[in-house]
T-cell receptor, first 113, second 109 residues
Framework: NAGVTQTPKFQVLKTGQSMTLQCAQD?????MSWYRQDPGMGLRLIHY???????DQGEVPNGYNVSRSTTEDFPLRLLSAAPSQTSVYFC????????????FGAGSRLTVL | GESVGLHLPTLSVQEGDNSIINCAYS??????FIWYKQESGKGPQFIID?????DKRQGQRVTVLLNKTVKHLSLQIAATQPGDSAVYFC????????FGAGTTVTVRA
């Protein structure tokens, strides 16, 4: 049981490039989410999903796309990376939106030059 | 939406002393609160939780206190150890909310 797996752990992009951060979970959790963490800003919610085929925006969704075609996977796409998207990204899951405790991945550090 | 926040961004504690980390929340309808610990280079991990019908809950070396009158949470760590150095977040059970900035606890030897 691997829990929440994020790939890659580190990535450097040039402005305007696109990439996808992967998040996979093997706990059969319905709820999955993406946060970004910046110094002094805490963990800000980007997008979340309450089940396969359902996604919604969080506090800071601009510049990011998500999809949820399976229960296990919740990729985060940056279509045209900007330096302001330099951050550490965390995927977090829980059994359902009404459940209480989130399980976090180890994070993906992204630098946009 | 409403969110929780922490009072102080940093806390320096002597090893062996007790630590108290404070948190204020704004949504009086929140019914469940969680404390997470984030060690350097890792994702946050669950420490302890408390329901709104409780005032206090104890775990191993940690205690969470809830004061609903003033909408305030605190996390107390007994006999703080070097391994307690981390960022601590409080959160309420709302899947649409972000977290606050957290409190960075540094343990002095």
């Amino acid at each position: 049981n691997a829990g929440v797996t994020q790939t890659p752990k580190f990535q450097v992009l040039k402005t305007g490039q696109s990439m996808t951060l992967q998040c996979a979970q093997d706990m059969n959790h319905e709820y999955m989410s993406w946060y970004r963490q910046d110094p002094g800003m805490g963990l800000r919610l980007i997008h979340y999903s309450v089940g396969a085929g359902i996604t919604d925006q969080g506090e800071v969704p601009n510049g990011y796309n998500v999809s949820r075609s399976t229960t296990e996977d919740f990729p985060l796409r940056l279509l045209s990376a900007a330096p302001s998207q330099t951050s550490v990204y965390f995927c977090a899951t829980k059994p359902g939106p009404g459940a209480n405790v989130l399980t976090f991945g180890a994070g993906s550090r992204l630098t946009v030059l | 939406g409403e969110s929780v926040g922490l009072h102080l961004p940093t806390l320096s504690v002597q090893e062996g002393d007790n630590s108290i980390i404070n948190c204020a929340y704004s949504n009086s309808a929140s019914d469940y609160f969680i404390w997470y610990k984030q060690e350097s280079g890792k994702g946050p991990q669950f420490i302890i939780d408390i329901r709104s019908n409780m005032d206090k809950r104890q775990g191993q070396r940690v205690t969470v206190l809830l004061n609903k009158t003033v909408k305030h949470l605190s996390l107390q760590i007994a006999a703080t150890q070097p391994g307690d150095s981390a960022v601590y977040f409080c959160a309420e059970n709302d899947y649409k909310l972000s977290f606050g900035a957290g409190t960075t606890v540094t343990v002095r030897a």
